[in-house]
């Protein structure tokens, strides 16, 4: 049977309250212009984007694992969903779930979740909310997920929109 976990209506708030921005500066260049090195350094780093998404892939399994549940591997197809979702809500500044028929199909499936989210300050920030709520933190400790994909986006006010698909194969 598939299995569609069930999450809050999509019209719930699935943030915290941002009362404020820090503000933090850094010094760069000081010592004069970058150099080869500089560079270099800079292209080892991973984006924004990239390393907010790997903190909610590692957030999420230290939830499993601490509750003796599987591991979980990253799959590219659920990845390149959940960026497209994430993507769709930044855009259309509006939480929602996506059908999740097609990601089954697409995705080489037979069940299959999503937590979705935004304005949180941070990956770790993200997942704890999920936890928090029944729906959410049901999909994270799901016993016969074995796949994940993540997609987030910063949008023009500095807020993150989050999506997260978890699939099981066979």
């Known amino acids: 049977m598939d299995h569609f976990p069930a999450a809050p209506a999509p019209s719930r708030p699935r943030a915290a309250l941002l009362l404020g921005t820090p503000v933090i500066t850094a010094l760069i260049g000081l010592s004069g212009p970058p150099t080869s090195a500089?560079?270099?350094?800079?292209?080892?780093?991973?984006?924004a984007t990239?390393?907010?998404?790997?903190?909610?892939?590692?957030?999420?399994?230290?939830?499993?694992?601490?509750?003796?549940?599987?591991?979980?591997?990253?799959?590219?197809?659920?990845?390149?969903l959940a960026q497209a979702q994430a993507s769709r809500m930044a855009k259309k500044q509006?939480?929602?779930?996506?059908?999740?028929?097609?990601?089954?199909?697409?995705?080489?499936?037979?069940?299959?979740?999503e937590n979705v989210a935004y304005g949180?300050?941070?990956?770790?920030?993200?997942?704890?909310?999920?936890?928090?709520?029944?729906?959410?933190?049901?999909n994270i400790l799901h016993s016969s997920y074995r796949r994940i994909g993540v997609g987030a986006v910063k949008d023009s006010h500095g807020r993150w929109w989050v999506c997260e698909l978890f699939g099981r194969t066979a």
């Open 38 to 47: 500089d560079a270099a350094q800079a292209a080892t780093k991973p984006s």
């Open 50 to 80: 990239t390393a907010f998404r790997l903190q909610v892939v590692k957030s999420t399994v230290t939830e499993r694992t601490s509750r003796h549940r599987s591991t979980l591997a990253r799959q590219k197809c659920l990845d390149t």
């Open 94 to 113: 509006t939480l929602y779930h996506q059908p999740l028929g097609p990601v089954l199909d697409r995705c080489g499936l037979r069940e299959v979740g």
């Open 120 to 138: 949180f300050p941070s990956a770790k920030a993200t997942v704890a909310g999920w936890m928090r709520s029944p729906g959410h933190r049901a």
